[in-house]
T-cell receptor, first 111, second 117 residues
Framework: QQPVQSPQAVILREGEDAVINCSSSKALYSVHWYRQKHGEAPVFLMILLKGGEQKGHEKISASFNEKKQQSSLYLTASQLSYSGTYFCGTGPTSGTYKYIFGTGTRLKVLA | DAGVIQSPRHEVTEMGQEVTLRCKPISGHNSLFWYRQTMMRGLELLIYFNNNVPIDDSGMPEDRFSAKMPNASFSTLKIQPSEPRDSAVYFC???????????????FGPGTRLTVL
């Protein structure tokens, strides 16, 4: 079952903040976040493991609530370079090699 | 490191033709993944290999699709015969499984944009 991301799309001005959510109907062991710029391949941002750990990357951080089977990505003081489509990738169990990518959130940052 | 290499970058073919997509993973990586991306269905996992062995091909759409990994540095995804609904961007990704038990990050190739007329 594909994780559902919200919102589907968001438009920001430079310097504004945004939150992207990822919800799964299945129990999660880990969540990965990727960013894909138009016409390019997805690029890894960060991984979160069960336990509610929060990771950071530049001014982008994320949290993981395993009980709620959710993860959220926080973009602070957004920059033009943050534009792209963000995907969460969820791993159901430890030891599995694969994860399922979410529906994606298109983010556009305007000057 | 050259990263994951895919060829061709673009492929235009006619319905019924055979299509072969190629991938060279990052040296030393032991897991390889094939994905298909479309606007309608997003990023779908087709098949993945670990140490050259296919582990899960449940995402392969139908018998027209097949994938092989004859050695650690090369994999192919073949579609025979191709149909217009196969038009998509096909990504290959590799990762290093390691021993931590955690799902490692995946490194994606540039993708092959396939158009079936």
């Amino acid at each position: 079952q594909q994780p559902v991301q919200s919102p589907q799309a968001v438009i920001l001005r430079e310097g504004e903040d945004a939150v992207i959510n990822c919800s799964s109907s299945k129990a999660l062991y880990s969540v990965h976040w990727y960013r894909q710029k138009h016409g390019e391949a997805p690029v890894f941002l960060m991984i979160l493991l069960k336990g509610g750990e929060q990771k950071g990357h530049e001014k982008i951080s994320a949290s993981f609530n395993e009980k709620k089977q959710q993860s959220s990505l926080y973009l602070t003081a957004s920059q033009l370079s943050y534009s792209g489509t963000y995907f969460c990738g969820t791993g159901p169990t430890s030891g599995t090699y694969k994860y399922i990518f979410g529906t994606g959130t298109r983010l556009k940052v305007l000057a | 490191d050259a990263g994951v290499i895919q060829s061709p970058r673009h492929e235009v073919t006619e319905m019924g033709q055979e299509v072969t997509l190629r991938c060279k993973p990052i040296s030393g990586h032991n897991s390889l993944f094939w994905y298909r991306q479309t606007m309608m269905r997003g990023l779908e996992l087709l098949i993945y290999f670990n140490n050259n062995v296919p582990i899960d091909d449940s995402g392969m759409p139908e018998d027209r699709f097949s994938a092989k990994m004859p050695n650690a540095s090369f994999s192919t995804l073949k579609i025979q015969p191709s149909e217009p609904r196969d038009s998509a961007v096909y990504f290959c990704a590799s990762s290093n499984r390691g021993t931590s038990g955690n799902l490692p990050e995946q490194f994606f190739g540039p993708g092959t944009r396939l158009t079936v007329l």
